[in-house]
């Protein structure tokens, strides 16, 4: 029996196979591999997933569809299933306690709730090899838009200097129960490796991503008021007239150098 979707929990439960073995043929888990599934639900693409790797761990939110998972799962692989808020979850601590040196990730994530996970996974992503997300379209042409772009923000830059963005494919609403009203899209990030990140203090990038796309229309030098004057972005190579929009994400960390005072 099906269970009825929540929509205090987001939930669109993929039953198109169609697109299901797209995602699994695109991640192409192995045995070796750790998974790690965020928001199984039904276990549509937990199943796949736990056929090809043979071993999967999901975060579950709702109690009431765990039980039904681990019974669907039992003859398949071996399904580990922590019921709690994916935000709260050490992803970290999670590949230490289980001796894996990075994660590899999957989920359908709920609309409402899908850039905090994002950025959660940003925070922890030196311990994740790769991710595989249905998301919002919307959602994933602001990841990956270009400077200049009317969707680039700061979802954009944070996540363009931590990881590789690649769309893959969209998933009409169709494939859901219930339809969603918009449609969805698969994105594959993989986090930087080590000597391509930038080195900058995280902290102090993000209060300058925060504020600089807190208001779009204002030029930096009024954006960013609050962090440093026009002298101080000057010295960072940037335009104090210019937009946020219209800045790479490299300009972002120079800038954070200049406020922090490296």
């Known amino acids: 029996m099906n269970a ?14 169609r697109y299901i073995d797209r995602i699994v043929t695109a991640m192409a888990p192995r045995a070796t591999d750790f998974v790690l599934e965020i928001g199984p639900g039904e276990g549509a693409l937990t199943l796949p997933l736990l ?22 799962a039992a003859s398949v692989g071996a ?6 808020d994916v935000l709260k979850v050490d992803f970290t601590a999670l590949a230490q306690r289980h001796g894996v040196e990075r994660l590899r990730i999957a989920g359908n994530l709920p609309y409402y709730i899908s850039s905090p996970i994002l950025f ?3 925070e922890h992503s030196r311990a994740i090899a790769d991710m595989h997300f249905m998301l919002q379209k919307e959602v994933v042409d602001r990841m990956a838009a270009e400077p200049g772009s009317k969707v680039y923000g700061r979802l ?3 996540l363009q200097l931590a990881c590789r963005v690649e769309p893959l494919f969209t998933v009409p609403p169709e494939a859901f129960r219930p339809p969603p009203k918009v ?25 300058v991503v ?16 609050q962090l440093m004057d026009a002298d101080a972005i000057r010295r960072a190579g940037v335009d104090p007239g210019a ?7 490299a300009d972002f960390v120079r800038l954070a150098k200049v406020h922090g005072g490296q």
């Open 4 to 17: 009825r979707p929540k929509k205090s929990f987001g939930q669109h439960f993929l039953h198109d196979g």
């Open 51 to 72: 056929a090809a790797a043979g071993k999967l761990t999901a975060i579950e939110l709702d109690t009431d569809l765990i039980p039904a998972l681990q019974a669907r």
């Open 79 to 84: 399904l580990q299933v922590i019921h709690a």
């Open 120 to 122: 959660h996974c940003v």
């Open 156 to 158: 954009s830059v944070m």
């Open 183 to 207: 449609e969805s899209a698969v994105v594959r990030l993989v986090p930087l490796a080590p000597e391509e990140r930038h080195d900058a203090d995280p902290d102090g990038v993000h209060a």
């Open 210 to 225: 925060k504020a600089a796309f807190a208001q779009r229309r204002k030029t930096l030098n009024n954006a960013l008021r």
């Open 243 to 249: 937009r946020a929009e219209t800045l790479a994400p």
